[in-house]
Protein backbone atom coordinates (compact mmCIF):
# COMPACT_ATOMS: atom_id res chain seq x y z
CA UNK A 1 0.00 0.00 0.00
CA UNK A 2 1.29 3.53 -0.93
CA UNK A 3 0.28 6.38 0.53
CA UNK A 4 -0.25 9.45 -0.58
CA UNK A 5 -0.29 12.96 1.16
CA UNK A 6 -1.36 16.27 -0.17
CA UNK A 7 -0.67 19.80 1.87
CA UNK A 8 -2.44 22.34 0.24
CA UNK A 9 -2.04 25.96 1.77
CA UNK A 10 -4.86 28.59 0.98
CA UNK A 11 -6.16 31.85 2.10
CA UNK A 12 -9.57 31.03 4.66
CA UNK A 13 -11.62 32.69 1.81
CA UNK A 14 -10.55 30.59 -1.37
CA UNK A 15 -11.16 27.22 1.28
CA UNK A 16 -15.07 26.67 0.18
CA UNK A 17 -13.77 27.30 -3.56
CA UNK A 18 -11.19 24.93 -2.86
CA UNK A 19 -12.89 21.76 -1.19
CA UNK A 20 -16.03 22.00 -3.44
CA UNK A 21 -13.65 21.83 -6.87
CA UNK A 22 -11.84 18.63 -5.21
CA UNK A 23 -15.49 16.89 -4.66
CA UNK A 24 -16.84 17.74 -7.76
CA UNK A 25 -13.94 17.94 -10.00
CA UNK A 26 -11.06 15.74 -9.02
CA UNK A 27 -12.25 13.13 -6.82
CA UNK A 28 -14.11 10.80 -9.79
CA UNK A 29 -11.46 11.02 -11.62
CA UNK A 30 -8.79 10.35 -9.14
CA UNK A 31 -10.97 7.28 -7.95
CA UNK A 32 -10.57 6.08 -11.59
CA UNK A 33 -6.87 6.48 -11.67
CA UNK A 34 -7.00 4.00 -8.65
CA UNK A 35 -6.49 6.71 -5.55
CA UNK A 36 -8.64 6.36 -2.80
CA UNK A 37 -9.18 9.30 -0.49
CA UNK A 38 -9.16 8.46 3.02
CA UNK A 39 -8.64 11.49 5.01
CA UNK A 40 -9.06 15.02 4.97
CA UNK A 41 -8.27 17.83 7.94
CA UNK A 42 -8.00 21.38 8.17
CA UNK A 43 -5.35 23.29 10.35
CA UNK A 44 -5.35 25.30 12.13
CA UNK A 45 -8.36 24.84 13.72
CA UNK A 46 -9.11 28.43 13.81
CA UNK A 47 -8.55 31.31 11.08
CA UNK A 48 -5.48 33.47 11.57
CA UNK A 49 -5.23 37.18 10.15
CA UNK A 50 -1.16 36.14 9.26
CA UNK A 51 -1.37 33.12 7.82
CA UNK A 52 -3.22 30.71 5.32
CA UNK A 53 -4.99 27.27 6.41
CA UNK A 54 -3.91 23.79 5.28
CA UNK A 55 -6.05 21.48 4.21
CA UNK A 56 -4.35 18.06 3.86
CA UNK A 57 -5.72 15.26 1.96
CA UNK A 58 -4.48 11.53 2.16
CA UNK A 59 -4.88 9.30 -0.32
CA UNK A 60 -3.69 5.58 -1.01
CA UNK A 61 -3.12 3.34 -4.00
CA UNK A 62 -2.57 -0.37 -3.53
CA UNK A 63 1.10 -0.60 -5.28
CA UNK A 64 3.87 0.71 -7.51
CA UNK A 65 2.06 -0.77 -10.51
CA UNK A 66 -1.16 1.03 -9.45
CA UNK A 67 1.47 4.42 -8.93
CA UNK A 68 2.79 3.90 -12.57
CA UNK A 69 -1.15 3.30 -14.22
CA UNK A 70 -2.30 6.72 -11.95
CA UNK A 71 0.93 8.45 -13.21
CA UNK A 72 0.59 7.42 -16.87
CA UNK A 73 -3.35 8.30 -16.66
CA UNK A 74 -3.02 11.47 -15.03
CA UNK A 75 -0.09 12.98 -17.22
CA UNK A 76 -1.95 12.21 -20.41
CA UNK A 77 -4.83 13.82 -19.05
CA UNK A 78 -4.92 17.21 -20.36
CA UNK A 79 -7.96 17.66 -17.26
CA UNK A 80 -5.43 16.90 -14.82
CA UNK A 81 -2.76 19.44 -15.45
CA UNK A 82 -5.45 22.16 -15.91
CA UNK A 83 -7.41 21.69 -12.80
CA UNK A 84 -4.59 21.46 -10.93
CA UNK A 85 -3.42 24.78 -12.29
CA UNK A 86 -6.33 26.41 -11.92
CA UNK A 87 -5.76 25.51 -7.95
CA UNK A 88 -2.38 26.94 -8.11
CA UNK A 89 -4.31 30.01 -9.37
CA UNK A 90 -5.57 31.10 -5.96
CA UNK A 91 -3.80 28.89 -3.57
CA UNK A 92 -0.21 29.92 -1.84
CA UNK A 93 1.47 26.64 -2.14
CA UNK A 94 1.10 22.76 -2.48
CA UNK A 95 3.13 19.65 -2.17
CA UNK A 96 2.21 16.15 -2.78
CA UNK A 97 4.50 13.24 -0.95
CA UNK A 98 4.21 9.79 -0.34
CA UNK A 99 4.57 8.06 3.27
CA UNK A 100 5.75 4.74 4.41
CA UNK A 101 3.89 3.62 7.33
CA UNK A 102 5.07 4.46 11.32
CA UNK A 103 5.60 0.46 12.26
CA UNK A 104 9.56 0.90 12.97
CA UNK A 105 10.44 -2.50 12.48
CA UNK A 106 8.93 -2.43 8.86
CA UNK A 107 9.68 1.09 8.26
CA UNK A 108 13.83 0.30 9.38
CA UNK A 109 13.75 -2.47 6.84
CA UNK A 110 11.80 -0.72 3.69
CA UNK A 111 13.75 2.69 3.80
CA UNK A 112 16.62 2.70 1.07
CA UNK A 113 19.74 4.00 1.53
CA UNK A 114 22.42 5.11 -1.03
CA UNK A 115 25.65 3.74 -1.66
CA UNK A 116 28.62 5.48 -2.45
CA UNK A 117 29.41 6.83 -6.00
CA UNK A 118 33.21 8.11 -5.51
CA UNK A 119 34.44 5.25 -7.36
CA UNK A 120 32.78 5.23 -10.42
CA UNK A 121 32.71 8.93 -11.30
CA UNK A 122 34.00 9.91 -14.54
CA UNK A 123 34.20 13.04 -17.01
CA UNK A 124 33.19 12.02 -20.33
CA UNK A 125 36.45 12.56 -23.21
CA UNK A 126 35.73 13.87 -26.81
CA UNK A 127 32.49 14.92 -28.02
CA UNK A 128 29.01 13.33 -28.77
CA UNK A 129 26.00 13.59 -30.66
CA UNK A 130 22.82 11.94 -29.65
CA UNK A 131 19.45 11.56 -32.30
CA UNK A 132 16.09 9.88 -32.26
CA UNK A 133 15.35 9.17 -35.72
CA UNK A 134 11.34 9.19 -36.81
CA UNK A 135 10.08 7.48 -39.99
CA UNK A 136 7.30 8.22 -42.05
CA UNK A 137 4.39 7.12 -41.28
CA UNK A 138 3.80 3.86 -43.55
CA UNK A 139 7.56 3.24 -43.69
CA UNK A 140 7.94 -0.25 -44.97
CA UNK A 141 10.83 -2.85 -44.64
CA UNK A 142 12.93 -1.22 -47.58
CA UNK A 143 12.64 2.37 -46.13
CA UNK A 144 14.02 0.88 -43.03
CA UNK A 145 16.76 -1.15 -44.74
CA UNK A 146 17.73 2.30 -46.51
CA UNK A 147 18.53 3.69 -43.13
CA UNK A 148 19.90 1.68 -41.45
CA UNK A 149 22.19 0.29 -44.72
CA UNK A 150 22.99 4.97 -44.24
CA UNK A 151 23.72 4.24 -40.39
CA UNK A 152 25.88 1.45 -40.42
CA UNK A 153 27.85 2.44 -43.33
CA UNK A 154 28.27 6.01 -40.82
CA UNK A 155 31.33 4.15 -39.57
CA UNK A 156 33.71 5.23 -42.25
CA UNK A 157 32.64 9.44 -41.35
CA UNK A 158 36.07 10.96 -41.20
CA UNK A 159 37.60 11.58 -37.76
CA UNK A 160 34.69 9.43 -36.14
CA UNK A 161 35.78 7.54 -33.20
CA UNK A 162 32.85 5.27 -32.35
CA UNK A 163 29.03 5.08 -33.04
CA UNK A 164 26.21 3.29 -32.60
CA UNK A 165 22.23 2.40 -33.26
CA UNK A 166 19.74 0.55 -32.56
CA UNK A 167 15.98 0.22 -33.02
CA UNK A 168 13.81 1.26 -29.98
CA UNK A 169 12.12 -1.66 -28.56
CA UNK A 170 9.33 0.66 -28.47
CA UNK A 171 7.89 4.36 -29.61
CA UNK A 172 5.02 4.99 -27.28
CA UNK A 173 5.99 7.39 -25.18
CA UNK A 174 8.03 9.85 -27.29
CA UNK A 175 11.26 7.89 -28.78
CA UNK A 176 11.84 7.44 -31.92
CA UNK A 177 12.19 4.17 -34.45
CA UNK A 178 16.01 4.53 -33.87
CA UNK A 179 18.69 5.75 -31.30
CA UNK A 180 21.75 6.94 -33.28
CA UNK A 181 25.17 7.79 -31.09
CA UNK A 182 28.01 9.61 -32.77
CA UNK A 183 31.64 9.83 -30.86
CA UNK A 184 34.29 12.32 -32.11
CA UNK A 185 37.58 13.88 -30.21
CA UNK A 186 36.00 16.87 -30.44
CA UNK A 187 33.44 19.24 -31.85
CA UNK A 188 35.48 20.50 -34.62
CA UNK A 189 35.98 16.95 -35.46
CA UNK A 190 32.01 16.68 -35.62
CA UNK A 191 31.53 19.69 -37.68
CA UNK A 192 34.15 18.84 -40.28
CA UNK A 193 32.02 15.05 -40.51
CA UNK A 194 29.34 16.81 -41.08
CA UNK A 195 30.98 19.08 -44.12
CA UNK A 196 31.67 15.65 -45.61
CA UNK A 197 30.49 13.86 -48.59
CA UNK A 198 29.46 11.18 -46.65
CA UNK A 199 27.08 12.76 -44.39
CA UNK A 200 26.09 15.24 -47.21
CA UNK A 201 25.60 13.05 -50.30
CA UNK A 202 24.50 10.12 -48.42
CA UNK A 203 23.36 10.30 -44.80
CA UNK A 204 21.13 13.32 -44.81
CA UNK A 205 19.41 12.86 -48.18
CA UNK A 206 18.38 9.23 -47.08
CA UNK A 207 17.21 11.08 -43.48
CA UNK A 208 15.05 13.55 -45.07
CA UNK A 209 13.59 11.28 -47.53
CA UNK A 210 12.75 8.41 -45.49
CA UNK A 211 12.21 10.54 -41.63
CA UNK A 212 9.92 12.27 -40.20
CA UNK A 213 12.16 14.16 -37.94
CA UNK A 214 14.66 13.74 -35.95
CA UNK A 215 16.56 15.24 -32.77
CA UNK A 216 19.98 15.66 -33.35
CA UNK A 217 21.37 16.89 -30.02
CA UNK A 218 25.64 17.64 -28.46
CA UNK A 219 25.86 16.93 -25.29
CA UNK A 220 27.12 19.09 -22.26
CA UNK A 221 27.94 17.01 -19.79
CA UNK A 222 26.98 17.51 -15.65
CA UNK A 223 27.62 14.50 -14.55
CA UNK A 224 28.07 10.87 -15.31
CA UNK A 225 29.36 7.51 -13.73
CA UNK A 226 30.83 3.77 -15.12
CA UNK A 227 30.37 0.67 -13.10
CA UNK A 228 31.34 -1.35 -15.84
CA UNK A 229 33.05 0.30 -19.44
CA UNK A 230 33.08 -3.03 -20.49
CA UNK A 231 29.73 -4.01 -20.16
CA UNK A 232 28.59 -6.43 -23.42
CA UNK A 233 24.80 -7.35 -24.71
CA UNK A 234 22.99 -4.96 -22.17
CA UNK A 235 20.29 -2.15 -22.89
CA UNK A 236 20.58 1.67 -23.79
CA UNK A 237 18.12 3.87 -22.64
CA UNK A 238 17.72 7.51 -24.33
CA UNK A 239 15.38 9.86 -22.33
CA UNK A 240 15.41 13.41 -23.37
CA UNK A 241 13.28 15.99 -20.93
CA UNK A 242 12.38 19.76 -21.82
CA UNK A 243 11.66 22.26 -18.83
CA UNK A 244 8.10 23.24 -17.60
CA UNK A 245 6.84 26.59 -19.89
CA UNK A 246 7.48 29.22 -17.15
CA UNK A 247 9.30 26.47 -14.31
CA UNK A 248 11.36 28.28 -11.86
CA UNK A 249 14.78 28.27 -12.95
CA UNK A 250 15.86 27.39 -9.37
CA UNK A 251 14.81 23.95 -9.14
CA UNK A 252 17.42 23.30 -11.79
CA UNK A 253 19.99 22.03 -9.50
CA UNK A 254 17.88 20.30 -7.54
CA UNK A 255 16.35 17.95 -10.50
CA UNK A 256 19.95 17.71 -11.62
CA UNK A 257 21.47 16.32 -8.46
CA UNK A 258 18.56 14.40 -7.71
CA UNK A 259 18.82 12.37 -11.25
CA UNK A 260 22.22 11.92 -10.95
CA UNK A 261 21.99 10.50 -7.34
CA UNK A 262 19.74 7.72 -8.86
CA UNK A 263 22.22 5.04 -9.25
CA UNK A 264 23.30 5.71 -6.01
CA UNK A 265 19.96 3.99 -4.97
CA UNK A 266 19.12 1.74 -7.91
CA UNK A 267 22.30 -0.38 -8.61
CA UNK A 268 20.34 -1.87 -11.75
CA UNK A 269 22.00 1.48 -13.54
CA UNK A 270 25.32 0.27 -14.26
CA UNK A 271 26.35 3.42 -16.26
CA UNK A 272 25.01 6.57 -16.67
CA UNK A 273 25.21 10.17 -18.11
CA UNK A 274 22.87 13.21 -17.57
CA UNK A 275 24.00 16.34 -20.45
CA UNK A 276 22.39 19.95 -20.90
CA UNK A 277 21.17 18.90 -24.54
CA UNK A 278 22.51 21.18 -27.40
CA UNK A 279 20.55 21.49 -30.48
CA UNK A 280 22.68 20.60 -33.24
CA UNK A 281 22.87 22.37 -36.40
CA UNK A 282 21.56 18.96 -37.96
CA UNK A 283 18.41 18.45 -36.31
CA UNK A 284 15.13 18.71 -38.11
CA UNK A 285 13.39 21.65 -35.44
CA UNK A 286 10.62 19.70 -34.68
CA UNK A 287 11.08 19.40 -31.01
CA UNK A 288 12.88 20.98 -28.53
CA UNK A 289 15.07 19.44 -25.69
CA UNK A 290 16.90 20.83 -22.35
CA UNK A 291 18.65 17.60 -20.94
CA UNK A 292 19.70 14.12 -22.25
CA UNK A 293 19.32 11.30 -19.29
CA UNK A 294 21.30 8.46 -20.63
CA UNK A 295 21.96 4.65 -18.31
CA UNK A 296 22.73 1.72 -19.76
CA UNK A 297 21.73 -1.46 -17.79
CA UNK A 298 22.29 -5.29 -17.94
CA UNK A 299 19.80 -6.36 -19.43
CA UNK A 300 16.04 -4.91 -19.64
CA UNK A 301 14.35 -5.80 -16.41
CA UNK A 302 16.85 -3.72 -14.31
CA UNK A 303 15.39 -1.03 -16.88
CA UNK A 304 11.41 -2.15 -16.48
CA UNK A 305 11.93 -3.68 -13.26
CA UNK A 306 14.29 -1.64 -10.76
CA UNK A 307 14.22 1.46 -12.26
CA UNK A 308 10.64 1.45 -12.16
CA UNK A 309 9.72 0.18 -8.89
CA UNK A 310 12.46 2.51 -6.74
CA UNK A 311 10.80 5.06 -4.52
CA UNK A 312 13.65 7.08 -5.29
CA UNK A 313 12.16 6.82 -9.04
CA UNK A 314 8.69 7.20 -8.30
CA UNK A 315 8.56 9.09 -5.04
CA UNK A 316 11.02 11.81 -5.28
CA UNK A 317 12.61 12.15 -9.07
CA UNK A 318 9.14 11.74 -10.08
CA UNK A 319 8.16 14.58 -8.32
CA UNK A 320 9.66 16.65 -11.52
CA UNK A 321 7.38 15.37 -14.30
CA UNK A 322 3.95 15.42 -12.04
CA UNK A 323 1.51 17.58 -12.65
CA UNK A 324 -0.05 17.06 -9.24
CA UNK A 325 2.73 17.23 -7.23
CA UNK A 326 2.95 21.05 -7.20
CA UNK A 327 6.90 20.63 -7.65
CA UNK A 328 7.24 19.89 -11.53
CA UNK A 329 10.13 21.15 -13.75
CA UNK A 330 9.94 18.87 -16.48
CA UNK A 331 7.22 18.81 -18.73
CA UNK A 332 5.73 15.58 -19.21
CA UNK A 333 5.95 15.41 -23.16
CA UNK A 334 9.26 13.36 -23.12
CA UNK A 335 11.00 10.68 -25.19
CA UNK A 336 11.61 7.23 -23.37
CA UNK A 337 13.73 5.35 -25.88
CA UNK A 338 15.94 2.25 -25.17
CA UNK A 339 17.45 -0.55 -27.46
CA UNK A 340 19.97 -3.47 -27.07
CA UNK A 341 23.16 -2.11 -27.41
CA UNK A 342 26.47 -4.87 -28.18
CA UNK A 343 29.02 -2.87 -26.34
CA UNK A 344 28.48 0.06 -23.96
CA UNK A 345 28.32 3.35 -25.55
CA UNK A 346 29.44 5.36 -22.17
CA UNK A 347 32.27 3.26 -21.48
CA UNK A 348 33.82 4.29 -24.93
CA UNK A 349 33.99 7.81 -23.57
CA UNK A 350 35.75 6.65 -20.77
CA UNK A 351 38.89 9.54 -20.89
Same mark, same amino acid.
Given at each position: ?????? *??????????????????????????????????????????????????????????????????????????????????????? *?????????????????????????????????????????????????? *???????????????????????????? @??????????????????????????????????????????????????????????????????????????????????????????????? @????????? *?????????????????????????????????????????? @??????????????????????????????????
Amino acid at each position: MIKVHD *RIDVAAADLPRLQAMIATAYLPAAAARGLTLVDSAVSPPLVLVDRPLTLWLQWELANVEAFWIARNIGGNDPSVAAFWSEVDGFCVD *RERSYLLPDQPAHSAALLTRPTSLSAYLVRPGGWRETAQLYLRTGADENA *RRTVEDVLAGAAGLPGLSFQQWGTNSVT @DFGAGHYTWDLLYPDAATAAAAHASPLWQQHVMPVLRKYCASWSALGLDTIGAGLRNSKLTGGVKRTALFRRLAGADGARAPGFEAATLDMPAHI @DSIINWRLS *RARVLDWDSGHQTWDYVWEQEYASLDGLLGAYMIHPHHWAHV @DRAFDPESGQQFIDVRLCHAFCSQAESLLGCEAP
